[in-house]
């Protein structure tokens, strides 16, 4: 017998006598409403929020590169926000021609700028995300190994978009006609690398 028993005359009931504590509510995921429309989880509201500042980085790297532009290329950084329940459908990669369009007519033909790998990386993130969202529902979540899986699929598309503006600065200033092989190498690229991405399977989500 332990002291406090002495003292108390009275044995600390032991943890296999206890009943049984009840099992814990299921959790539930916090949504949010706008209106009329499906409830959105947080996980697909940040999905959201990070096409949109993928798009913001790329106008800004596009701003910088071209020395300015007119104010109205801002308003695409709405686009996602107001496309948010068409993230499977083919309005991304609408806007994101858009915005490759833009990048080829404003900018002098013939020039690089290291804003161009900013640029790649807004497109990237820009790009994964909705694709990543479609892979939900509206008010579901990401497990970690989706989020692992599209984080390795971003890393790989980063490394490469460097490799490629290292290869194009080493190679500008020299008499090499590359105009117009450049850019159909390079968007036959663009269009491969959308089509790995949108093609391979993101592990199940919770």
């Not at 209106?35 to 913001?56: D, I, N, Y």
Request: aromatic share 10%; hydrophobic share 55%.
């Amino acid at each position: 017998m332990r002291p406090w028993e002495r003292l108390t005359g009275r044995r600390r009931t032991t943890a296999a006598t206890l009943p049984d504590a009840p099992s814990a509510a299921p959790q539930r995921r916090r949504t949010l409403r706008f209106g009329a429309g499906p409830e959105w989880s947080f996980a697909q509201l940040g999905a959201t929020a990070v096409t949109t500042a993928g798009v913001l980085v790329y106008l800004g790297a596009m701003h910088r590169a071209v020395g300015g532009f007119d104010g109205v290329w801002w308003l695409l950084v709405l686009v996602p926000v107001v496309t948010m329940p068409w993230a499977g459908s083919a309005v991304p990669l609408a806007l994101w021609v858009v915005l490759l369009v833009g990048w080829f007519v404003l900018t002098p033909e013939g020039t690089f700028s290291w804003w161009a790998l900013v640029a790649a990386a807004g497109v990237i993130a820009g790009h994964a995300a909705p694709a990543l969202s479609a892979a939900s529902p509206p008010a579901g979540s990401f497990s970690r190994a989706t989020v692992a899986q599209w984080s390795r699929h971003v890393l790989v598309a980063l490394c490469a978009a460097g490799a490629v503006a290292v290869t194009v600065a080493a190679l500008v200033g020299r008499e090499l006609q590359l105009g117009a092989a450049g850019l159909v190498v390079g968007l036959l690229g663009l269009g491969a690398g959308l089509w790995w991405v949108r093609t391979s399977p993101p592990a199940t989500p919770e």
